[in-house]
């Protein structure tokens, strides 16, 4: 059938224009009364006057060239049955363009080309009886159509009616009812029902009826033949149509014109119709799709997620705080502020604690007594900032807890102090540790009373007594004051040492002692007892010792030196010995008196006036020009002839205003501003020899410090 359709849509470009032919008119009343054709279909056409569904619209019927001088015949039915089928769909009829008006008249030769083509023979198609007579198959019953406009037949295609023919609108067989050209569209033979039956057979039944001379004029049979397959093709079309929509658009008003290309209404061409998806497409709407079913899963996700973390941060309660204790000097002290961070979901999610307790500094009532209070964090894995200010707001100390226990006040006063203990990722055991800061702000008094201890509680005349004060904050010397005369106060190994000379005629008794160090003022109480003297009775002055050399018979260059500062301690390592190596005799002791011309009632109460008490030893060495040693070390002050009783003299300061002086030496083996160490050789005795100890301008017994008898130089 689709070579036939081909055949038929080329037929009329390949033709060759015919000659034109003058042709019997056909009568009218055959026209008229020609009865319709014989059908087998058990459905008739439609009697109420309602025609089927519009059809597919057909290239305008070629017609050809009447006889003027004729009367104007009854049109053919078979074109109006074509123009009331519907309109071909796409695949079934090929879009053909109306033929113009002049097109010529297709050859009947060509028509009959299909017949020698071999067709298959449709199945169920019916036995044909009569070549004249064709069984027409069934059709299903399309709706009715309104019936189509009369098309308007071209200029100059058919002459005006003259006045030898009749009108075609006055003739009765001319005026057939669209359900008659209907009727004979309906009982038309399609190709597949006749099989290979000629065209000029299948255009029998079509109703028309021609004279002698139509009936072997080729260009005729050939419109027959061509109006009968495009009715055919149009049945085919409906019943496709009809078996394959419930239901289909109404036509429209009129005959489509025939510049217009066919138009197909039916539901199943617009499926055919719609572009098929390419490979992009398809592939991005795929991606889409996994994306939408994506992102459903991570929405359903974050729900249950969320649902859980939250149970998490509920149940992350202020209970699970760390609880940490820090106590400065014994005194616990209470945080101002904190900021914890406990763990929710691992370390990527933590609820945070923050409170600030307390704006200002926490005051500690009771003062810091210690020069290097202890301070201490419980649990001590945690790292610690400790920063410490003074009343000028100068930082003293920072840096961590464990340096600040080395650390020592220099002064008393008022400080605050601030210490940050931080928990860090870092220092943390597991991520579901704690982590975060707490703080404590305090303010502190150092007030640290330095020790005052009294060394020597008892001491005898002519000994030492020894005063010590533990380290002061102020970095200041403390100061001493009392009957007793002192040369003041010197750095010691733990602090400071005054050391106290008590003269041969100092009060015995009780002495009070008041020291001053760091503000903090101590009164101590010292106990002299009187020491044992001897003393000398001579009838004439030619008797008394010489030289001799009184407290107050010191030359001017021993005085001067006698009241310089000292230096530091010299005889802690060694301490004292005396100054020869061989034994000595000491005509005059520390604290004897000589006296001349008494009587026996006072030398028995050793009562009397004239005497005189030597505040120094005179010592008269076994053998002349014995050799001198050092007894101590020091620096050595002087070292010169002063002429006269004096001699060689040698001063030697050991320290803290103690000094030793020699007198009376034939030669010197140092000299001023030598540092000489215990036992050094000093010089050659002379006949005798002055020795003289001093703290300060205060002379004390030499022998009982050589002697190591003299308890208060034994505290350094």
């Given at each position: 059938m689709e070579e036939d359709k081909k055949s038929t849509a080329v037929q009329p470009?390949?033709?060759?224009?015919?000659k034109p032919r003058r042709h019997k008119a056909a009568s009218p009343q055959s026209a008229a009364g020609m009865p319709p054709a014989p059908t087998d279909s058990a459905e008739p056409p439609a009697a109420d006057g309602q025609s089927t569904k519009k059809p597919a619209a057909s290239p305008k019927k070629p017609r050809a060239k009447k006889n003027t001088k004729t009367t104007k015949t009854a049109k053919p039915k078979t074109p109006k049955a074509a123009k009331a089928t519907k309109k071909a769909p796409a695949d079934e009829t090929p879009e053909r363009k109306a033929p113009a008006q002049e097109s010529p008249v297709p050859a009947a030769p060509e028509l009959a080309e299909p017949k020698s083509e071999s067709k298959p023979e449709p199945p169920e198609t019916p036995a044909r009886e009569d070549t004249a007579a064709p069984t027409v198959p069934d059709v299903p019953s399309t709706p009715e159509l309104p019936e189509p406009a009369e098309r308007a037949e071209p200029a100059g295609t058919e002459p005006e009616p003259t006045a030898d023919a009749p009108a075609a609108d006055d003739t009765p067989a001319a005026e057939a009812p669209p359900e008659a050209a209907a009727a004979d569209t309906a009982v038309t033979d399609t190709p597949e029902q006749t099989g290979d039956v000629p065209a000029e057979d299948a255009a029998e039944p079509s109703g028309l009826v021609f004279s002698d001379d139509l009936a072997n004029d080729k260009a005729l049979a050939a419109e027959a033949a061509r109006m009968a397959n495009i009715s055919r093709t149009a049945q085919l079309s409906i019943a496709?149509?009809?078996?394959?929509?419930?239901?289909?658009?109404?036509?429209?008003?009129?005959?489509?014109?025939?510049?217009e290309a066919p138009q197909h209404d039916s539901a199943a061409d617009d499926e055919d119709d719609e572009p098929q998806d390419t490979i992009p497409q398809a592939l991005g709407r795929g991606v889409f799709g996994m994306f939408k079913w994506l992102l459903l899963v991570v929405l359903f996700v974050l729900i249950i997620a969320g649902g859980g973390v939250a149970w998490l941060y509920r149940s992350a309660t202020p209970d699970m705080l760390p609880e940490v204790k820090v106590t400065f000097d014994g005194q616990e002290l209470a945080p101002t502020a904190y900021k914890w961070h406990v763990p929710v979901v691992g370390s990527f999610f933590r609820r945070t604690y923050a409170e600030t307790l307390n704006s200002s500094p926490v005051v500690l009532e009771d003062a810091i007594s210690d020069a290097s209070p202890d301070i201490i964090v419980t649990p001590s894995d945690y790292s610690t900032q400790l920063t410490i200010t003074d009343a000028d707001k100068e930082t003293v100390y920072e840096g961590s807890v464990t340096g600040f226990r080395s650390y020592l006040f220099a002064e008393n006063g008022t400080f605050d102090a601030k210490l940050v203990v931080t928990a860090s990722d870092?220092?943390?055991?597991?991520?579901?540790?704690?982590?975060?800061?707490?703080?404590?702000?305090?303010?502190?008094?150092?007030s640290i009373k330095p020790s005052v201890t009294l060394c020597t509680p008892t001491v005898q005349q002519g000994s030492v007594a020894a005063v010590r004060v533990g380290s002061t904050m102020s970095r200041t010397e403390p100061t001493l004051t009392g009957p007793l005369e002192s040369t003041g106060f010197v750095r010691a190994a733990n602090g400071w040492i005054c050391y106290l000379p008590i003269p041969w005629n100092a009060e015995t008794g009780n002495t009070e002692l008041t020291v001053t160090a760091d503000g903090y003022t101590e009164t101590l109480t010292l106990s002299v007892r009187a020491a044992s003297y001897s003393y000398k009775d001579y009838s004439a002055k030619s008797q008394l010792m010489s030289p001799y050399i009184g407290a107050d018979d010191a030359p001017d260059a021993?005085?001067?030196l006698l009241t310089t500062d000292g230096g530091e301690i010299q005889w802690a390592v060694g301490g004292f010995v005396q100054p020869f190596l061989d034994s000595f005799d000491t005509p005059l002791l520390y604290g004897m008196t000589e006296y001349v011309g008494r009587s026996y009632s006072e030398r028995s109460t050793n009562y009397g006036y004239g005497g005189r008490t030597s505040t120094n030893v005179v010592i008269k060495p076994k053998k002349s020009k014995d050799s001198m040693i050092v007894p101590a070390s020091g620096h050595v002050l002087l070292a010169e002839d002063l002429g006269g009783s004096y001699g060689y003299t040698v001063v030697i300061d050991h320290g803290a205003g103690l000094r030793s002086i020699f007198y009376g030496l034939t030669a010197l083996d140092i000299e001023a501003g030598d540092d000489v160490k215990q036992g050094q050789l000093l010089g050659t005795s002379g006949r005798t020899v002055v020795a003289e100890l001093r703290i300060g301008t205060v002379p004390i017994n030499p022998l009982l410090v050589w002697r190591g008898q003299c308890d208060g130089l034994k505290y350094y």
């Open positions: 470009e390949e033709a060759p224009k015919p496709q149509i009809m078996a394959g929509l419930e239901e289909d658009p109404a036509p429209s008003a009129g005959p489509a014109p025939a510049s870092s220092a943390a055991e597991d991520s579901s540790s704690v982590t975060g800061t707490e703080t404590w702000q305090f303010r502190f008094t150092v021993v005085r001067r």
